[in-house]
């Protein structure tokens, strides 16, 4: 643990913000199962709407970067339109 006050608060600083990432990971990880599930069952419209508002916000927000969040929109939509035909 550090003595000195500015290292103390660093580590707070960082402590917090791993937290907020790995809670927001876990939202997107959840949001685009949701949308798989949905297009396996037949119904993506909504929740492939929802899955691409997710991703391109933590791609504002810089929790993934903008590629990644473009490559699994992509995906989803492949998987969507592949599903329907």
């Known amino acids: 643990m550090p003595n000195i006050k500015s290292a103390i608060k660093r580590v707070k600083v960082a402590e917090k913000k ?12 959840t949001t685009i199962k949701k949308a798989n599930a949905s297009i396996a069952a037949g119904d993506s419209a909504e929740a492939l709407k929802t899955a691409q508002k997710t991703l391109d ?8 970067s903008k ?6 929109k992509s995906r989803l939509c492949k998987a969507a ?3 329907q035909a």
């Open 57 to 64: 916000q933590a791609a504002a927000k810089g929790y993934i």
């Open 67 to 72: 590629n990644a969040a473009s490559r699994k």
């Open 18 to 29: 791993t937290a907020a990432n790995k809670m927001k990971k876990s939202e997107i990880r």
């Open 81 to 83: 339109a592949k599903a």
